[in-house]
């Protein structure tokens, strides 16, 4: 059977790294009528970077409603908050139980964000000097370490097969992938299936301010991203402003042209075309006639979003009432699946 699972925390209204990385890929998703589909908003992870309650509940109903505008169907998908589905935690715990702290020390994610965590206090320490046994480190709050165990049951417990997602989250398939023959393993059983990542050719959508870095929502300078409620006035000012190169042609060369490469990126996704034949046809435009293209394209796939988005908004309780729907589904699978996982450990079923 093909399972599809994916998850995004709940950050309010995606950045279109999200989008072209992986929701845009949600939703091709759904055109397989053979497979199974668990879309997460995932509110336990978002814990571990810590905010504010309120903002937490009004940043989940917004990542909610952007989901169904970007066309996430209720009638396709199972759409549900992570936390709301106790199994998650209960499987948690038992993965957790069979994980050396080695290979969480291995992760770099938690490095990174210790470091923004604590402002420059980590300065001059980096991925690869840093570790869980480092002074620094010693405030590291448990919850962001094991994160990934979390992640993992996610996925296994939904006996997922298809995860969906953007290349800063292949090291935590590969751990998911691990945990799954440790465990299969340890206790002497195939339960639990290997899943496989699915990217796409915009796996990593680069900074508009800095094309060597990710587009992230906790970019500090918000020029940075374009966000999915971005009017179309925002839109084509932040691309103008990303900074390109003075070459004469227009090409695909991610290596020696980042800033190109990525508005080229950016461009063919929306057109679902190959960069390289975008930059063909770009070819002999000047940057800023490219980058008018490549803005009038983020328009047209962002503004009929946008619009659906803020209609959504209008009605908070058609998503509570959309999210509780798939929240019954998820339990009923993830409950049945838990009892065998429990049965297998040892556990009452
Ligand atoms: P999160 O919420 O950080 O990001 C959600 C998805 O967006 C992708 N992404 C990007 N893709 C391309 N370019 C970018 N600049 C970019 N920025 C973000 C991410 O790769 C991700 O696919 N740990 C996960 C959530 C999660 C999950 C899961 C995913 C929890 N459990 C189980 C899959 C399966 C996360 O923090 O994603």
Redesign the pocket.
């Given at each position: 059977a093909k399972v599809v699972?994916?998850?995004?925390?709940?950050?309010g209204v995606?950045?279109?790294?999200?989008?072209?990385?992986?929701?845009k890929n949600w939703v091709q998703l759904q055109q397989d009528p053979e497979a199974q589909r668990y879309y997460?908003i995932?509110d336990l992870?978002a814990m571990t970077v810590p905010r504010d309650p309120k903002r937490l509940k009004q940043e989940t109903l917004e990542m909610a409603a952007a989901l169904l505008a970007c066309g996430i169907d209720t009638q396709k998908s199972v759409l549900f908050r992570?936390s709301t589905v106790p199994q998650h935690s209960q499987l948690n715990w038992v993965l957790g139980s069979i994980t050396p702290v080695g290979w969480l020390n291995r992760m770099t994610?938690w490095k990174s964000k210790l470091q923004q965590q604590t402002n420059g206090i980590l300065d001059g320490v980096n991925e690869h000097s840093l570790n869980v046994h480092s002074s620094a480190a010693q405030g590291l709050l448990t919850g962001l370490f094991t994160?990934?165990v979390?992640?993992?049951s996610?996925?296994l417990l939904f006996r997922?097969s298809h995860?969906?997602?953007?290349?800063?989250?292949v090291q935590?398939?590969e751990l998911?992938r691990d945990l799954t023959v440790h465990f299969n393993k340890t206790f002497r059983t195939n339960l639990l299936v290997m899943?496989s990542?699915l990217l796409?050719a915009?796996?990593?959508?680069?900074?508009l301010r800095d094309p060597l870095r990710?587009?992230?929502?906790s970019d500090a300078n918000d020029q940075a991203?374009i966000t999915l409620a971005d009017t179309d006035d925002q839109i084509r000012k932040k691309i103008k402003k990303a900074p390109t190169d003075s070459l004469s042609q227009i090409t695909f060369d991610p290596k020696s042209r980042p800033g190109v490469s990525n508005l080229l990126s950016i461009y063919a996704a929306v057109r679902n075309i190959d960069p390289r034949v975008a930059a063909q046809e770009m070819q002999t435009l000047a940057n800023a006639q490219m980058k008018e293209m490549v803005a009038q394209a983020v328009v047209d796939e962002i503004t009929p979003i946008r619009k659906r988005l803020g209609e959504l908004l209008d009605d908070p309780q058609y998503i509570e009432d959309e999210l509780r729907k798939g929240e019954e589904r998820a339990r009923v699978v993830a409950e049945e699946n838990w009892r065998q996982i429990a049965q297998c450990v040892g556990l009452p079923a």
């Amino acid at each position: 059977a093909k399972v599809v699972f994916s998850g995004i925390q709940p950050t309010g209204v995606p950045q279109l790294g999200n989008y072209l990385g992986t929701i845009k890929n949600w939703v091709q998703l759904q055109q397989d009528p053979e497979a199974q589909r668990y879309y997460s908003i995932v509110d336990l992870h978002a814990m571990t970077v810590p905010r504010d309650p309120k903002r937490l509940k009004q940043e989940t109903l917004e990542m909610a409603a952007a989901l169904l505008a970007c066309g996430i169907d209720t009638q396709k998908s199972v759409l549900f908050r992570q936390s709301t589905v106790p199994q998650h935690s209960q499987l948690n715990w038992v993965l957790g139980s069979i994980t050396p702290v080695g290979w969480l020390n291995r992760m770099t994610q938690w490095k990174s964000k210790l470091q923004q965590q604590t402002n420059g206090i980590l300065d001059g320490v980096n991925e690869h000097s840093l570790n869980v046994h480092s002074s620094a480190a010693q405030g590291l709050l448990t919850g962001l370490f094991t994160y990934p165990v979390l992640m993992a049951s996610d996925i296994l417990l939904f006996r997922a097969s298809h995860i969906p997602v953007g290349e800063d989250q292949v090291q935590h398939l590969e751990l998911a992938r691990d945990l799954t023959v440790h465990f299969n393993k340890t206790f002497r059983t195939n339960l639990l299936v290997m899943p496989s990542y699915l990217l796409t050719a915009t796996k990593r959508v680069m900074s508009l301010r800095d094309p060597l870095r990710k587009m992230s929502k906790s970019d500090a300078n918000d020029q940075a991203r374009i966000t999915l409620a971005d009017t179309d006035d925002q839109i084509r000012k932040k691309i103008k402003k990303a900074p390109t190169d003075s070459l004469s042609q227009i090409t695909f060369d991610p290596k020696s042209r980042p800033g190109v490469s990525n508005l080229l990126s950016i461009y063919a996704a929306v057109r679902n075309i190959d960069p390289r034949v975008a930059a063909q046809e770009m070819q002999t435009l000047a940057n800023a006639q490219m980058k008018e293209m490549v803005a009038q394209a983020v328009v047209d796939e962002i503004t009929p979003i946008r619009k659906r988005l803020g209609e959504l908004l209008d009605d908070p309780q058609y998503i509570e009432d959309e999210l509780r729907k798939g929240e019954e589904r998820a339990r009923v699978v993830a409950e049945e699946n838990w009892r065998q996982i429990a049965q297998c450990v040892g556990l009452p079923a």
